[in-house]
């Protein structure tokens, strides 16, 4: 399946995601999001989000969206104020 990737910085004080909205098509994207500096989370309600580490990078993926629409998560840190960035699912095109 074909992943979208989402650099997650986290610093003193603050985090930010590159992009801060990924558009994924249907069925057919999931996103991967991946922070060398600390461990993170994401919320996002009724989607799961796995982690693991990939040497020394920190990684939270997601399956593929099934639903068409923006969907707001959160992404937090300790000792940082949480994030509210969106996927953007639009309908799969084979093109």
């Known amino acids: 399946m074909p992943e979208k990737k989402v650099t997650v910085r ?7 995601v590159d992009p801060p909205s ?15 500096t600390s461990p993170f989370t994401i919320d996002m309600p009724g989607y799961q989000i796995t982690y693991k580490q990939e040497g020394h990078k920190y990684v939270g993926e997601s399956a593929a ?7 707001k998560y959160d992404v937090s840190a300790p000792d940082a104020p949480t994030l ?3 996927v ?5 095109s084979a093109t």
């Open 22 to 36: 990924v558009q994924v098509q249907k069925g057919h994207h999931n996103v991967k999001w991946v922070c060398e």
């Open 84 to 86: 509210d960035p969106e």
């Open 65 to 71: 969206f099934p639903n068409l629409g923006k969907i």
């Open 10 to 16: 986290v610093t003193p004080g603050g985090i930010s």
């Open 88 to 92: 953007d699912v639009i309908p799969f």
